[in-house]
């Protein structure tokens, strides 16, 4: 019987999930990052991105239900979270990250969506400074 939201590889024996760690699970860390964080609009998607200050980032996504029914919403949820977990490490730690699909998401190439968050990972682990210094970031200044 196959675990529960982890795959292991049987060649080396690494686990590849999206643990509760790196996600965002409460009403008031999405408002949070709604509230602090700036808007990016992607091709496909957008994104809410806040620094968090902590030594991992968490990802969330929200699928209102104009998106389209449930079998089309956890479509696009399992595509982008795909996605996301295959591109999490270009994105470092100290980030919250709400990824808002649009419609187009669902029919998007998963290579194009890869891309997309792959850009946008790396677009953000440039604006932290290095750990352990005191360096403020642009929207510090």
């Known amino acids: ?13 690494k686990t590849l999930g999206f643990p509760k760690a790196v996600r965002l699970l409460r009403t008031a860390e999405f408002k949070k990052v709604y509230a602090e964080g700036r808007r990016y ?8 991105a806040r620094n968090n200050r902590l030594i991992h980032s968490r990802i969330g996504f929200t699928l209102p ?4 029914k449930a ?3 956890n479509r696009m949820r399992r595509r982008l979270r795909e996605a996301i977990r295959q591109h999490l ?3 470092g730690p100290g980030w919250d990250v709400v990824f808002h699909p ?8 998963f290579g194009r969506l890869e891309e997309i968050v792959q850009k946008f990972f790396l677009s953000l682990a440039r604006q932290l400074p290095p750990s352990g210094t005191n360096e403020p970031t642009k929207s510090q200044r």
């Open 1 to 13: 019987m196959p675990l529960r939201g982890k795959t292991t590889l049987s060649v080396t024996g």
């Open 41 to 48: 609009s992607l091709d496909s998607l957008i994104a809410f």
């Open 65 to 68: 239900r104009a998106l389209g």
């Open 71 to 73: 079998v089309e919403r």
């Open 89 to 91: 490490k270009d994105l």
């Open 102 to 109: 649009r419609r187009a998401t669902l029919t998007a190439d």
